[in-house]
Every structure is written in C-alpha cells, then in structure tokens.
C-alpha cells in the first residue's frame, strides 16, 4: 500500500535561511507526487507536482522539490525563507487515490 | 472565477444532530471529494465520487453520507452515529481521476459539537 512520511511535524527556520521539509514515500509503482500548503483556516493550494520528466520541479512562491527514485523521496526547498512562507505544508503520493502525509507546520524566526 | 465553495464555514452542533455541509464546484470537475482534518493527523478521505448518482466510501466513512445528483454538488452529512465529529472538513475536487490530476480545494468548513 502507497504512503507518505513526513519527517518532522514542526520545523524552524530563521527569516532568510534554507527551508527544507522532508517526505518519503512508498509506491508499488511510478508516483505521481505533490506539495500542498495550508495557511490557517483555509484549504490546501497546490505548490507543485511531479508526474512525469524532468526530476527538479518549480513550483510557486519560490519553492522547488526533487524526486529521486532510489531515495523514494520528494524533498521541498526554498533557498530563503520569508515571514510569509508560516504554513502547513503537506506531501501527497497518488497511486489509485491521493494519500497526503500528516503535515509539517513550517514557523519562521524573525 | 472559478473555484470550489464550502457553507457554512463555521457550525455548531448540539449531540445527536445531524448536520450537512454544502459543497459546489464551477470547474467542470468530474471527481469530487471530502476529507477530514484534525490536528496532526493530516487528511484523511470520507468519500469521493467519481460521476453523478455514484460515490464510494473512503478510509472514515462511518457516520457520513453524501449524495451526487449534479455534477456541481457534493453534499456530506455528519450524522450522529459519528462518535467524534469535531473537526476541520475539507471538499475537493479534480478534473479526471487520472493519475496526475491534481486536487483544488475549497476554504473548508469547521464542525464544532457541543
């Protein structure tokens, strides 16, 4: 059965410094993987996605992720966090159905 | 513009009401869905309809109902055999259920029980 890991359920970042939140999955077959955010009281907004192609993905708001096979992971990344960037921030594999990973909540030091 | 509208986005409910949430989509969206969202536990789906008069139950489906008479609308009641119904709900929905389809979703709905 696919599944998503989501390593961390808090993390901390400095305003300005390397954002990295981390998932792993698990899939029977070639995923189809996804980085939602949710700010509070609100619904999820697609950041980016990989299905096909090119392994580095661009998403919004300057975040990227990166699929490695061998790994069995989707990391997401932005170079320089900002104050605006506090969120949550959920993986999700698709196989037959989408199964999301239970959330990173992403806090930003001033 | 288009985009997915849940009603109410905040309701309370005494125990042993049932209670429905609205959901309507102007995207022409095929598949519609509805998850749950409490703290720390991510989401989790309660239903998901593939075309309108069918639908199929997901992981938590025990004490909801949902119906899909029109393409636009998927409706989940909260019926009061759910034994913990507090909780943020959230409704989806995505053009095909196809493997790169991504979800939209709407604003969510907050169920408090008294």
């Known amino acids: 059965a696919q599944s998503v890991t989501q390593l961390g359920s808090h993390v901390s970042v400095s305003e300005g410094a390397l954002v990295l939140l981390r998932c792993n999955y698990s899939?029977?077959?070639?995923?189809?993987l996804f980085w939602y955010v949710q700010y509070p009281n609100q619904g999820l907004q697609l950041l980016l996605k990989?299905?096909?192609?090119?392994?580095l993905v661009k998403g919004i708001n300057g975040f990227e992720a990166e699929f490695k096979k061998s790994e069995t992971s989707f990391h997401l990344t932005k170079p320089s966090a900002h104050m605006s960037d506090a969120a949550e921030y959920f993986c999700?594999?698709?196989?037959?159905?989408?199964?999301f990973g239970k959330g990173t909540r992403l806090h930003i030091l001033p | 513009d288009g985009g997915i509208t849940q009603s109410p986005k905040y309701l309370f409910r005494k125990e042993g009401q049932n209670v429905t949430l609205s959901c309507e989509q102007n995207l022409n969206h095929d598949a519609m869905y509805w998850y749950r969202q409490d703290p720390g536990q991510g989401l989790r789906l309660i239903y998901y309809s593939q075309i309108v008069n069918d639908f199929q139950k997901g992981d938590i489906a025990e004490g909801y109902s949902v119906s899909r008479e029109k393409k636009e609308s998927f409706p989940l009641t909260v019926t009061s055999a759910q034994k913990n119904p507090t909780a943020f709900y959230l409704c989806?929905?995505?053009?095909?259920?196809?493997?790169?389809?991504?979800?939209?979703f709407g604003e969510g709905s907050r169920l408090t029980v008294l």
């Open positions: 989806a929905s995505s053009s095909f259920v196809g493997d790169t389809a991504e979800l939209f």
């Open positions: 990989y299905t096909t192609g090119a392994t």
């Open positions: 899939s029977s077959v070639p995923p189809y």
């Open positions: 999700a594999v698709r196989d037959d159905k989408i199964i």
